[in-house]
């Protein structure tokens, strides 16, 4: 009389696979002899083995379904785990693996690459945003089989090697028996089919190479390294399958006049001596307007005046950052008679022909001290 399979699992004959394995796994796990030590758990624990092992199998399940045994009257008996269908299915039990189970065919269609292009940008192009047009070569959809990739009026056919399994199963003996490993089908390559008229325009990959131009939009305020991610414009995937993103990566060139530290500017400018000394006005051109900058008399190098609300707006959020006018004063290196007669007679009336005191650059803690409550 033939084995009833679904009962040793315990599931209806209509189960679906996924309930089998569940069904399995639990018994397997309250069943094993590491775990149960009752005198007929390791009976029982073969018999839930060897329904698993027939259940799993489409067309060993098909036999039972038909009335019949796979393993004839009594054939299946066996000493030790002979019928247990390999270490896979311990190690599907145990922690949800599927070394022995058989895990089906991979799709062909699958998700495309993203893509990655470099934007070269101007200071205030970066900073007030802009519209760019770039060009990519990318992986696009082919037109001839829409990413089928088979010729027109052809279809993929079940492979002859694994029959549509994408796996191709082998037995060998080991100290547990007869242990069962499953490998990705070296014909198909796990997919289950193959193409015999592959498309003539991509070659079978259901995508080919086109160079196509993307229009970008460029928010105000993006730096230097920042990234735009632009949804599905990155590579199609096998098969035909949904494109991934792709990324534009701004590269900000470097300014003659304006360096940039986050949302900050910052600019030199350099004023002769006298200027400095007698203070002047000055017109700087900045990024969008042109601003008046009044030096001080007196002025030494190293002030650092700042202009509100002069540099990169924000990028996420409102507002501007400011523009720093660093003041570098430039002492003449060339004196013609007149000019050099002209400051002696300026040292003289200033009492600085000769300075009476030198002081050193830094000096200890004490001694910036003593100097600042001496008013020096």
Same mark, same amino acid.
């Given at each position: 009389?033939?084995?009833?399979?679904?009962?040793?699992?315990?599931?209806?004959?209509?189960?679906?696979?996924?309930?089998?394995?569940?069904?399995?796994?639990?018994?397997?796990?309250?069943?094993?002899?590491?775990?149960?030590?009752?005198?007929?758990?390791?009976?029982?624990?073969?018999?839930?083995?060897?329904?698993?092992?027939?259940?799993?199998?489409?067309?060993?399940?098909?036999?039972?379904?038909?009335?019949?045994?796979?393993?004839?009257?009594?054939?299946?008996?066996?000493?030790?785990?002979?019928?247990?269908?390999?270490?896979?299915?311990?190690?599907?039990?145990?922690?949800?693996?599927?070394?022995?189970?058989?895990?089906?065919?991979?799709?062909?269609?699958r998700q495309g690459a993203d893509a990655l292009i470099r934007l070269d940008l101007d200071l205030a192009e970066a900073a007030f945003g802009t519209t760019e047009e770039i060009t990519v070569d990318t992986a696009?959809?082919?037109?001839?089989?829409?990413?089928?990739?088979?010729?027109?009026?052809?279809?993929?056919?079940?492979?002859?090697?694994?029959?549509?399994?994408?796996?191709?199963?082998?037995?060998?003996?080991?100290?547990?028996?007869?242990?069962?490993?499953?490998?990705?089908?070296?014909?198909?390559?796990?997919?289950?089919?193959?193409?015999?008229?592959?498309?003539?325009?991509?070659? +079978?990959?259901? !995508?080919?190479? $086109?160079? /196509?131009? *993307? @229009?970008?939009?460029?928010?105000?305020?993006?730096? #230097?390294?920042?990234?735009?991610?632009?949804?599905?414009?990155?590579?199609?995937?096998?098969?035909?399958?949904?494109?991934?993103?792709?990324?534009?990566?701004?590269?900000?060139?470097?300014?003659?006049?304006?360096?940039?530290?986050?949302?900050?500017?910052?600019?030199?400018?350099?004023?002769?001596?006298?200027?400095?000394?007698?203070?002047?006005?000055?017109?700087?051109?900045?990024?969008?307007?042109?601003?008046?900058?009044?030096?001080?008399?007196?002025?030494?190098?190293?002030?650092?005046q700042r202009l509100r609300a002069r540099g990169v707006p924000r990028l996420r959020g409102t507002g501007r950052g400011d523009l720093h006018v660093h003041i570098e004063v430039l002492t003449p290196t060339k004196?013609?008679?007149?000019?050099?007669?002209?400051?002696?007679?300026?040292?003289?009336?200033? +009492?600085?022909? !000769?300075?009476? $005191?030198? /002081?050193? *650059? @830094?000096?200890?803690?004490?001694?910036?001290?003593? #100097?600042?409550?001496?008013?020096?």
């Amino acid at each position: 009389m033939p084995t009833d399979y679904y009962s040793a699992l315990g599931v209806r004959q209509d189960a679906t696979a996924e309930e089998i394995k569940r069904a399995y796994r639990k018994l397997a796990r309250d069943l094993h002899p590491d775990v149960n030590p009752e005198p007929d758990a390791q009976e029982r624990f073969r018999e839930v083995s060897r329904a698993y092992e027939v259940l799993s199998d489409p067309q060993k399940r098909q036999i039972v379904d038909l009335g019949g045994d796979p393993y004839g009257n009594g054939n299946a008996a066996g000493a030790g785990f002979s019928n247990f269908g390999g270490l896979g299915d311990i190690m599907d039990a145990f922690f949800g693996g599927s070394t022995g189970a058989s895990r089906g065919p991979r799709t062909r269609v699958r998700q495309g690459a993203d893509a990655l292009i470099r934007l070269d940008l101007d200071l205030a192009e970066a900073a007030f945003g802009t519209t760019e047009e770039i060009t990519v070569d990318t992986a696009i959809r082919c037109d001839l089989c829409s990413g089928a990739g088979t010729a027109p009026g052809t279809h993929p056919a079940t492979c002859e090697t694994c029959h549509g399994r994408g796996e191709v199963q082998s037995v060998q003996r080991s100290f547990l028996g007869q242990v069962m490993t499953s490998r990705v089908c070296p014909t198909c390559g796990g997919l289950g089919s193959v193409i015999p008229e592959p498309c003539s325009k991509c070659g +079978g990959d259901g !995508r080919v190479r $086109s160079r /196509r131009t *993307v @229009g970008v939009k460029i928010p105000a305020g993006v730096e #230097d390294g920042m990234r735009i991610r632009l949804t599905g414009q990155g590579e199609v995937g096998p098969g035909g399958g949904p494109p991934g993103d792709l990324y534009v990566e701004i590269s900000e060139r470097p300014h003659d006049i304006f360096t940039r530290q986050g949302e900050d500017l910052h600019c030199r400018v350099t004023l002769p001596m006298t200027a400095a000394a007698l203070g002047t006005s000055l017109t700087l051109k900045t990024l969008d307007s042109e601003e008046e900058i009044v030096i001080p008399a007196g002025s030494q190098s190293g002030t650092v005046q700042r202009l509100r609300a002069r540099g990169v707006p924000r990028l996420r959020g409102t507002g501007r950052g400011d523009l720093h006018v660093h003041i570098e004063v430039l002492t003449p290196t060339k004196l013609d008679e007149e000019q050099e007669l002209l400051l002696r007679q300026l040292a003289a009336a200033r +009492g600085e022909e !000769r300075p009476s $005191s030198t /002081r050193a *650059v @830094g000096g200890s803690l004490f001694s910036r001290m003593r #100097d600042a409550f001496n008013g020096r």
